[in-house]
């Protein structure tokens, strides 16, 4: 595709379930990045790939969160025991590598953990 | 940790004003980006700046980054109702392509 796709775009779940948001990058892209960002906050980092490897996963906040991206394209980030903490939009951005990259964003997965 | 914490968090004017908006960090960043975002979308980017003390116009939109390298502005000639949204900065550290963003200024622009 054209751009960055994420889905599902919307996703409503039950505390203590397991969860998995997608992330399907703009071809050729070799980094991916992982946000997370509240209503009217600006996105929070969680983690970022270059090719298939983590090269930063600093901001994922606990052991219930974990992304991968096995073939160096499309990432899935996965959420175990969700709680009602961990509602907020999940953004996925990637990006050529470089040192001015601009990051290209999905339009996001919003997770509702009731 | 590197932290950007923007100001206002808030603003809302008349159409016709002029404003600032500001990025502010103690981290040196290697560069330093401006995004828009709109209800509902990914941020949108709007310019990088990546030399200390460089100034870059887009229209109406000026962005400066400070000479340290550790924080940046966004000052807005005549804001028109099209500039309504949310505007955040990022900075990747010295080193890294690790992209942390600001705290983000909502900005309403009433015609």
């Known amino acids: 595709g054209a751009g960055v796709s994420q889905t599902p775009s919307n996703k409503v779940t039950e505390k203590g379930k397991y969860v998995e948001l997608r992330c399907d990058p703009i071809?050729?892209?070799?980094?991916l990045y992982w946000y997370r960002q509240s209503l009217g906050q600006g996105p929070e980092f969680l983690i970022y790939?270059?090719?298939?490897?983590?090269?930063?996963d600093s901001g994922l906040p606990n052991d219930r969160f974990f992304a991968v991206r096995p073939e160096g394209s499309v990432s899935t980030l996965k959420i175990q025991r969700t709680e009602r903490g961990d509602s907020a939009v999940y953004l996925c951005?990637?990006?050529?590598?470089?040192?001015?990259?601009?990051?290209?964003f999905g339009e996001g997965s919003r997770l509702t953990v009731l | 940790t590197q932290l950007l914490e923007q100001s206002p968090q808030f603003l809302s004017i008349q159409e016709g004003e002029n404003l600032t908006v500001y990025c502010n960090s103690s981290s040196v960043f290697s560069s330093l980006q401006w995004y828009r975002q709109e209800p509902g979308e990914g941020p949108v980017l709007l310019v990088t700046?990546?030399?200390?003390?460089e100034v870059k116009k887009l229209k109406r939109l000026t962005f400066q980054f400070g000479d340290a390298r550790k924080d940046s502005s966004l000052h807005i000639t005549a804001a028109q109702p099209g500039d309504t949204g949310l505007y955040l900065c990022?900075?990747?550290?010295?080193?890294?392509?690790?992209?942390?963003f600001g705290t983000g200024t909502r900005l309403k622009v009433l015609a």
């Open positions: 951005a990637s990006s050529r590598q470089g040192k001015t990259g601009e990051l290209f």
């Open positions: 790939f270059q090719g298939t490897g983590a090269a930063d």
């Open positions: 990022a900075g990747d550290g010295v080193g890294t392509y690790k992209y942390i």
């Open positions: 700046v990546v030399t200390g003390g």
């Open positions: 071809s050729g892209h070799t980094a």
